[in-house]
C-alpha cells in the first residue's frame, strides 16, 4: 500500500505483559514519529527517528517503552510490563525529509489500539 | 500553560456557516500542522505552515509568526467537516524534531 501501515490494528494484553507495536513508514520517508492517543485526552509526541536514530528519546513515558528501526524503514515501539495506564491508541507518521529549512507534511497511519486489562 | 493552545474546544453549527478554529503558541516553531482526525480516529494533514496562508478547497489556513497565532478557516461548512481540528507546533532544535500538540477542537456541522 501507499500509505502507512501499523500493526496491530487492536492488541488485548494483560498487565504485565511485553507489547511490541509495528510501522511501516511510507518507502522513502526519512522522518519517523510515535505518537500515542490515550482516551479522551490529546495527541501526545514519544519519540521521533530521522533514518534509524532518535536524537531524542524524552518523549518516551517510561523506561518500559524502547523503540528502534531498523534499515531506515520499519520501527518497532516496545513497551514491557505494561500497565493499565499504557493503554492508549498508538499512532506513527512518516514524513519525506526533515531540515529545519524543509519540513515536510506527516503521513499518518490509522494506528494501534491497545488495551491492558 | 500548555505550549499550544486552541479554540474553541467545541464548535457546533449549521451548514453552509463559516468556521473559524483559533490556535496560538508560546515556543518557537519551525512549522505549524492542521490535522483532521475523523471520528473513526484516522488522522490527516490538512496544512503545514510557516508563514502567510495557506488554501486548499474550501480549507484556508493562515499564521502570524509575530502574534504566534494560527487560525483555520473553513467555508460554506458541510456535515462531512466533522471531526476534531487539532493544531499541532512543530519544533526543530539541533536535529530533534517533535511536534506539540492542542487538545483539539471538536467541530460538528448540523444539516
Known amino acids: 500500500g501507499a500509505g502507512v501501515s501499523q500493526s496491530p490494528s487492536n492488541k488485548v494484553t494483560e498487565k504485565g505483559k511485553d507489547v511490541e507495536l509495528r510501522c511501516d513508514p511510507i518507502s522513502g520517508h526519512t522522518a519517523l514519529y510515535w505518537y500515542r492517543q490515550s482516551l479522551g485526552q490529546g495527541l501526545e509526541f514519544l519519540i521521533y527517528f530521522q533514518g534509524n536514530s532518535a536524537p531524542d528519546k524524552s518523549g518516551l513515558p517510561s523506561d518500559r517503552f524502547s523503540a528502534e528501526r531498523t534499515g531506515g524503514s520499519v520501527s518497532t515501539l516496545t513497551i514491557q510490563r505494561t500497565q493499565q495506564e499504557d493503554s492508549a491508541v498508538y499512532l506513527c507518521a512518516s514524513s519525506l525529509v526533515i531540515t529545519e529549512l524543509s519540513n515536510q507534511p506527516q503521513h499518518f497511519g490509522d494506528g494501534t489500539r491497545l488495551s491492558i486489562l | 500553560k500548555n505550549e499550544v493552545e486552541q479554540s474553541p474546544q467545541n464548535l457546533t453549527a449549521q451548514e453552509g456557516e463559516f468556521i473559524t478554529i483559533n490556535c496560538s503558541y508560546s515556543v518557537g516553531i519551525s512549522a505549524l500542522h492542521w490535522l483532521q482526525q475523523h471520528p473513526g480516529g484516522g488522522i490527516v494533514s490538512l496544512f503545514m505552515?510557516?508563514?502567510g496562508k495557506k488554501k486548499h478547497g474550501r480549507l484556508i489556513a493562515t499564521i502570524n509568526i509575530q502574534e504566534k497565532h494560527s487560525s483555520l478557516h473553513i467555508t460554506a461548512s458541510h456535515p462531512r467537516d466533522s471531526a476534531v481540528y487539532i493544531c499541532?507546533?512543530?519544533?526543530?532544535?539541533?536535529?530533534?524534531?517533535?511536534?506539540?500538540f492542542g487538545t483539539g477542537t471538536r467541530l460538528t456541522i448540523i444539516p
Open positions: 505552515l510557516s508563514s
Open positions: 499541532a507546533a512543530h519544533i526543530s532544535n539541533f536535529g530533534n524534531e517533535k511536534l506539540t
